[in-house]
């Protein structure tokens, strides 16, 4: 963890000064209200503050000639969270809010303004803007509180070009519909919880965009303007933490709680100690791109599918970043998380439907082996031979025949309820085969009875497969002078629990296998196909002649694995 975090620093603290200060290189003159009139000094736009003061703002502009002969109306632009009165060539020509001396006497103006000038006011040559400004009702101060500050055409702004909107329309309308995508499936399957982080980061992100552009969709009242300022930085921590949080869980699991641990405590970091807002956006922005890019140096690390070109977008972003942090925070974030989402999107894709394929698969292999338990029980010489004994029973003998008849039910409606389940408790195992031993005994007019020692009932196997084990002693063994079964259980040190069912050895000639390689019988075939679905390769499985018993072995998961 301080590892981590150290690196981190290293890489990202140097670059905080880039977006701490957006300079602006527009030169003024400036002097506060209790200035003499005549102690103007020159400054950069960017040092303009009028917060908590009354100050006095010149900036001289040239105008062509052709300009004014062409009757374009012309305005000045002013970005700016603060009221101010303006002057052309020392004419008053208009206002946004009342400038005061106090917060009591200054009335909040827009964020942002156009006055116009009137036409006889321009002349050709050196034209001169003052403004008058007040700033009281800014909650807190700003590294830059004039941000624009500049005439042209009434209604077109240079600093707010057309395309940027566009650019951030388009961007708003990919990040809703990955929002709807990925929350659709989350809700259609709310065990992928990839799906909502990736859902709760398109939303987050969405947010982020549109308090990024509501200054250029509706003309706030300056006040507002920090709120606006600490939901872009707020929607910037949540996203760090989701992206950071997606792909950690993607691509480096292992280490998820560290990461996102360490997102979370250079997001904090950063929102106290780095000055101004931009940076502080700019710095959590760019904590969540190195930690993403960790995560997913660990996973082509780990040679996870997917991990490599994750990493290159995130070192692209990063790129983009140290470039030009301006245009970054304002547009190529966006761009850069929309591209990002969407990679993540198509890998997103393209796991759900490897797992839809998985689970296809594992159901039919289950409806397959459901219908080898029922053929098992009624292929033709079993049925056959079992109405034959019925028959006889019931001309011989009526009340031994019923009982054979309930036998046989009881034996068919445990498998029934038992075919589509992937694991039973061993108890509810142990009494299908005790139906199964009463029906055989009732066919062969001998006595089977199935002991057991040291059985757990709520130990977890896959159905039928001791009842297989049973039949297959039939078959291969005969069992015609009557048989005792023994079953044994315990618990093993590596946390599974260990099944032995002893069978008489009646005949010989039964060949030894054991471990999960395959069998030339079918009932082996089955049992090993049913412990793979029920436990995939955490199973052990062994048959073999052993002192005049045949011994089935089997191994499954604790009972804590099964459940």
């Not at 020392?90 to 103006?109: A, K, L, Q, V």
């Not at 029973?393 to 075919?419: H, N, Q």
Request: hydrophobic share 45%; aromatic share 8%; net charge positive.
């Amino acid at each position: 963890m301080r590892g981590l975090l150290i690196a981190c620093l290293v890489v990202l603290f140097p670059h905080i000064a880039v977006a701490a200060d957006i300079p602006n290189a527009w030169q003024v003159e400036m002097r506060t209200e209790t200035d003499p009139p005549d102690a103007w000094r020159s400054v950069s736009l960017s040092e303009v503050d009028p917060h908590g003061q009354l100050v006095w703002v010149r900036r001289r502009f040239e105008v062509s000639a052709s300009s004014i002969s062409s009757g374009t109306p012309m305005a000045i632009h002013v970005f700016a969270p603060a009221s101010y009165e303006a002057w052309w060539n020392g004419t008053f020509i208009g206002r946004n809010g009342i400038p005061g001396h106090s917060r009591e006497s200054e009335t909040p103006g827009r964020i942002q303004g156009d006055i116009l000038i009137p036409a006889h006011l321009l002349r050709p040559g050196t034209n001169e803007l003052m403004l008058r400004m007040s700033s009281f009702h800014l909650r807190s101060r700003l590294s830059m509180v004039v941000q624009a500050l500049e005439i042209g055409e009434f209604g077109n702004r240079r600093y707010e070009p057309i395309h940027l909107n566009v650019f951030r329309l388009m961007t708003a309308g990919a990040l809703l519909l990955a929002a709807v995508y990925f929350g659709a499936l989350y809700l259609s399957n709310r065990r992928e919880v990839s799906s909502l982080l990736l859902a709760m980061l398109s939303v987050s992100v969405l947010g982020q965009l549109l308090s990024e552009s509501i200054r250029f969709l509706v003309n706030y009242l300056y006040p507002f303007h920090i709120v606006r300022l600490w939901l872009i930085a707020g929607f910037a921590c949540i996203s760090t933490l989701l992206l950071v949080s997606y792909v950690g869980l993607r691509y480096s699991r292992a280490r998820l709680p560290l990461l996102v641990m360490a997102a979370a405590v250079l997001s904090a970091i950063s929102l106290v100690l780095v000055r101004g807002y931009d940076g502080k956006t700019y710095t959590v922005i760019l904590v969540g791109l190195v930690l993403s890019g960790v995560a997913a140096a660990l996973g082509l690390r780990a040679s996870i599918r997917g991990a490599g070109v994750v990493l290159g977008l995130v070192v692209a972003s990063i790129a983009l970043a140290f470039v030009n942090a301006y245009v970054f925070l304002d547009l190529a974030w966006y761009l850069a998380i929309v591209a990002l989402l969407f990679t993540l999107f198509g890998q997103q894709v393209t796991e759900l439907r490897r797992a839809q394929r998985a689970q296809s698969e594992t159901e039919l292999r289950s409806a397959r082996l459901e219908l080898e338990l029922l053929r098992q029980q009624i292929q033709p010489h079993f049925l056959m031979n079992t109405l034959t004994a019925l028959c006889e029973w019931v001309e011989s003998d009526p009340k031994v025949g019923v009982k054979m008849i309930d036998a046989l039910g009881e034996e068919l409606r445990a498998i029934a309820a038992m075919g589509e389940a992937t694991t039973v408790p061993l108890g509810q195992e142990i009494e299908l085969c005790r139906s199964h031993l009463r029906v055989m005994g009732f066919k062969r007019n001998k006595q089977f009875t199935l002991k057991t020692d040291g059985v757990d009932p709520d130990a977890r196997v896959p159905p039928a497969i001791l009842h297989t084990l049973i039949e297959n002693a039939f078959t291969h063994n005969g069992q015609a002078d009557g048989a005792e079964f023994l079953l044994s259980g315990r618990a093993q040190e590596n946390g599974r629990y260990r099944c032995e069912l002893r069978s008489p050895l009646a005949r010989t000639g039964r060949s030894e296998c054991s471990g999960k390689g395959n069998a030339s019988g079918k009932g082996h075939a089955y049992v090993r196909a049913r412990l793979r679905h029920a436990f995939a390769d955490n199973w052990f499985f062994s048959a073999s002649a052993v002192a005049g018993e045949w011994v089935d072995c089997v191994e499954v998961p604790g009972r804590a694995a099964c459940t």
